[in-house]
């Protein structure tokens, strides 16, 4: 008998031991060049995507001003110029459609971008008042992926998203949730309804995903966008003075954030993984992650064990 955190360790490195370093160590302090973030395909497509996307929870539910958007465009600019592309949003995050609507207008980057938003209603008129709202704060006419948030009254509302889909108002339809506790019922939607994404958590201090979602997503060819990797802050108090590991500079890696997300992209069922931030240094910091050698089985390992 294995205790729960090494049962955890070892599940979540079975898909990880047979990664490859990918490219050289970040050498340069300040900036990330497009040709350089590693990109992975959304399964049965030729679209490749960044694996650093842009979470917009809490962070980009800001004012109108120019003032109290300041630092979320030079946020998203940063993101944008480096070659990222996948920005969440949801019409629960309080302004942030509008936020990310108006600045991708603004900056004339809406080309470059990969927008994600969610249907989070209950019945099919909540649903179509509900994106209809999406749109407008988007300032556009159609989004590129369409998830079902946190899986409320999800047969109505995926029936929904995939007519929209057909009618060419999304590309891609999905599931979305933030806990644990739904694991077990997205693995069974993912198996019956094959959606085209999945958004789930996945971090070092909550790692549940490895076991079944990220191997089933892997299986059944669904791509995976990852939230909650920084568990909401929460294990940057856990970090506060304490040094990273040893090998930490062999992966290219010089600062927590980086780890965390590192980690999330060292399963190569992920696809994108989704920190925000409104702090314009922070941003680049969280590109970085981007870059450079991912982790091997006995370095994923050693996190869990620290941190779950």
Known sequence: ???????????????????????????????????ELLKRPIP??????????????????????ADERLAVRDVLTRF????????????????????????????????????????????????????????????SDS????????????????AYARELKE???TRYVGLSHYQPRAHAELARLMQSEKPDFIQVNYSVASPQAALRVLPLA????????????????????????????SWAAERGIDSWAQMFLKFAISNPA?????PATSKPDRETDNLRAGVGELL???????LIQQFS
């Open 44 to 65: 049965g497509t030729d679209e490749m995507l960044p694996v650093i996307g842009l979470g917009t929870a809490d962070n980009f539910d800001v004012g109108a001003t």
């Open 143 to 158: 989004v590129d992926a369409l998830l079902i948030h946190n899986l409320i009254d999800w047969k109505t509302q995926l």
């Open 1 to 35: 008998m294995i205790d729960r955190r090494t049962f955890l360790a070892e599940a979540a490195t079975l898909s990880a031991a047979t990664l490859l370093p990918l490219g050289s160590a970040w050498s340069q302090p300040t900036k990330v060049a497009p040709s």
């Open 80 to 139: 944008l110029l480096a070659g990222a592309r996948v920005i969440d949003t949801a019409p629960s995050y309080g302004s942030a459609e509008a936020v990310i609507g108006d600045l991708l207008l603004e900056l004339k980057l809406r080309p470059r971008a990969f927008v994600v938003t969610k249907l989070g209603a209950n019945g099919r008129a909540a649903g179509e008042a509900q994106f209809q709202r999406s749109l407008l704060r988007l300032r």
């Open 270 to 274: 992920v696809t994108v993984v989704l």
């Open 296 to 302: 091997g089985p006995g370095q994923i390992r050693e």
């Open 167 to 169: 009618s060419g108002k």
């Open 218 to 245: 892997r299986e059944l060819g669904i791509a995976v966008m990852i939230n909650r990797t920084f568990e909401d802050g929460r294990l940057f108090d856990r970090v506060h003075n304490l040094p990273l590991p």
